[in-house]
């Protein structure tokens, strides 16, 4: 164990340091203090070598202090033409300000640099929390998990050295350098360590059933801990501190180690173990991609080290992925009897005898295999989990639940038991050798509790709207399609950030650091575990109209829908850059036309950062596993259309099309010059004609028939520009597209009742041919809202 | 349906609505001359009038037709023969079939247009169209053109 507290000893000290320059800049009176630690701390040669040689390294400046964090999505940029590029600068800030305990608010960016003052406050909180650290015994002092929480707390929005680099994520790479350099002085090398557990997909998708939903979500719920222990598993085998994951979740990790022959040699046994425990639970629909690579330490600095990171993702994961299971072929090709399949994941290894009921209140519910149950189970009662604790031991007294890893023993490692006990409640007594993980929480005390010897926190959007028929579970199908607006059915919508790959590996340019690199990773997945949840939440205080200033600032018109919140919502994987969520068909809609601006605000409107997203609408008896199909085939027709695109009711648009929102890029040029004498229409896209009309409140006949004729003449129009698919810019397609059906469209606007037509605006944009690629659009959205 | 009493208030005064319909007569009228001479300066049949100036122009020439208090009932016969010709077209896809039967359309509007004045504008933008039909794809945009005339007559509340 020597080894370990090597490692721990070197990331601590470079945290205490990242600490004490907090405590200088509020003038705390742990600075002092703090000092004579760090000095005092180790006499270990080692330690203090790896630590000097680190900070050399990542340029760390121990008298610096902190100032204001340009925001890092401004570095991003695809364009590879050099005016382009240059046109593409923005420039804006982050607000100093501190994580909240629960919920944080999603932090826009400012568009001019913080004053003195907007730093006094953060300050002043700073100074507060640190004084609170000092005890006789410096307990709190040399608790590295407290304090790398503490420095991702208040640590996230300010700068230290670059101005694009947080506080947090100098401090965490270079923490994580010095460790690996503890471990091994000599070497100029470093290795970094990438998995990517795959075929999540495939395992939660194949479910079709009711209740499908419910245990669906724990099985991402399932996979998130499943990530957790591969990096739990790799940090003890290599004897590594936390600060060296640089990233993990969604079935992704980055782990940064020593090259080290040893490392290599565990990677590949912590691999084969795990890949031996998923073909024997998951009949190999689950796979471990698990490798390293090394890189010459310097390069962590350089715009090589993006490189490295994208050999490693692309190439030689690509490599394990494509021969599944090769180092597990004995197991992989033993045969196994098979019997009647699981009805809910379709596994067939289980005897018939053992498949249970799904649903034991339902007298006619499916059979399933027994994870299957549990899945469904446990999916209902995943409303509220506080912490989780990663154990040895199999009892624990208040547990709600337990998931269980029996990893099997193979030619090098031992079996092995973990367990993974559910808390409703955070206050647990926990073992000293045992972990606890805290789902979304920034709560300093709760890191401070003295039972708690290592604790982390665990990010997990998880946000699910609770059942009013049955308290303290989850909603469900059916329940949720009753709340739904017109139409009763339920939505799904699954949607990614479009070029992820590139901007990692090139949207940084010359920036590709190890620090930069970790805040892109923790930013993207702040937003789609954290974030996503306040904004389902809490959407009053997170969407970005509340603050009047940002939008104006941003100089977009922020589309804010219905007024209403929207939380019947049932997240059923959010996390890393994606997600799937359900719910009613209306606010899953709506949600999605939230993430999406959200996300632009977030990420400083930069055009090179997009989503694209599908949403597909169901009844509640359609298979999930279907719809999950449809939506995945949707969000494929959205990046189809040049990304930054939403596909809903089988119309594919950009969003800003969807939204009304004035956007001349989202208008072909050769479509522009062709329809440029046409005065610009006061409504343009499709949204701000479903708002309209459903403020008019027509009544269902006018409704009914203008939705009627509206449709109609979308499939007149479609069938007419079927003959031009192979030259849709000639003119006439764009004559058939854009004019011929508008005479239609006069004629069923003056069937509308006279206060309709008093809407001066409705009537003419309505006409205008810059709308006329909308009419389905405009008239299924009507339709499902007044069924 | 509930009137709307306020929209009353700002109607302007008698007077002035009366002039708006004089200055659309005038533009109105050339609007038929236009027609006609755009179709008739087309460089190879009626298929080669664009979509956009035919919408344009039907976009004038409906309401036009609902001031001379035109009603379809008056062109009936024409109507019916244009829709029967093409269905004929889509069943047989041969526009030989229908050729002789097109000129025959003629004498339908036109004895319409003997009978009832406000049948007249329409007589002469569709002779003039029917002039410049020789093949499937002229034929097809004579129908564009009278279903879009027709579309905006009854916009304007033409029967
Ligand atoms: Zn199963």
Partial sequence: MKQLRVAEKAALQVIQEAIRVLAVWTNSKLKEKLSRLIAAGDNDDVIKKAVAQAQKLLSWNSKGEPKALRLLFDSINLEKDKEKKSQNQHQHYCQPDVIAERNPKIPYPLEKEPSLEDFIKLKYEIKQELDKLDDDRDRDLNNLSLLTLILEKYGSFISFGDSDVALIDIARSTAGVAAALANNPESNNLTLIAGDLSGIQKFIYTISSDGALKSLRARSFYLELVTEEVVQQLLEALELPRTNVIYAGGGNLYILAPAIESVKINVAEVRQQFNEWLLGEFQGKNFLALDCLDFPITDITTEKFADYWSELTSKKLAVHKSRKFAENISKFLQESDSYEPCKVCHRDDVESAELKQLNKNEPDSVLACETCCRMFELGGQLLKVEVIVRSQSENFEDKFDTLTFELPATDKRDAKNVYYHLFHRWKQIVPDNDTALLVNDWNIEHYKFSQFKKSFPLLLGNYAQESSEEKGLIIRANEMAKKAKGVNRLGYLRMDVDNLGRIFAEGLGENKTLPRIAGLSRQMSYFFKVYLNSLAEFRQENFLNKNKLIADILHKKAEFLTPKKRDNLLFIYAGGDDLFVSGTWNEVVEFAFDIYQCFRAYTGNNPDITLSGGISINDIKFPLYKAAEESGEAEEKAKGNGKDSLSLFSQVFKWNEWLGIEDNKIIDSEIQKYLHSETRPKLLGILPFVERLEQQDIGVNYSRNFVRNLLITAEIQEKALEKFEDNKKSEEALGTRYYLHLPKIAYTLARLPKNVLDDTEFRTSLKSPYNAPYFRAIATWIELLNR | ?159
Avoid: C, W
Wanted: glycine share 4%.
């Fill in chain 2, 1 to 159: 349906m509930p009137e709307p009493t306020k929209s009353k208030v700002t109607i302007p005064p008698l007077n002035s609505r009366q002039s708006i319909p004089q200055t659309n007569v005038n533009k109105t009228q050339n609007i038929v001359e236009e027609i006609v001479k755009t179709i008739n300066g087309l460089p190879d049949g009626l298929k080669t009038y664009p979509i956009r100036d035919l919408v344009k122009h039907a976009e004038e020439f409906g309401p036009y037709l609902k001031q001379q208090r035109l009603e379809t009932n008056q062109v009936r016969k024409f109507l019916d023969a244009v829709n029967r010709l093409k269905a004929n077209l889509v069943e047989t896809g041969e526009f030989a079939k229908i050729k002789t039967e097109v000129v025959l359309l003629k004498p339908k509007l036109a004895y319409a247009a003997a009978r009832q004045k406000a049948a007249k504008p329409l007589g002469e933008v569709m002779s003039a169209a029917i002039d410049e039909v020789h093949s499937k794809e002229d034929f097809e945009r004579l129908v564009q053109l009278l279903e879009s005339i027709i579309a905006y007559h009854k916009a304007e509340g033409g029967k």
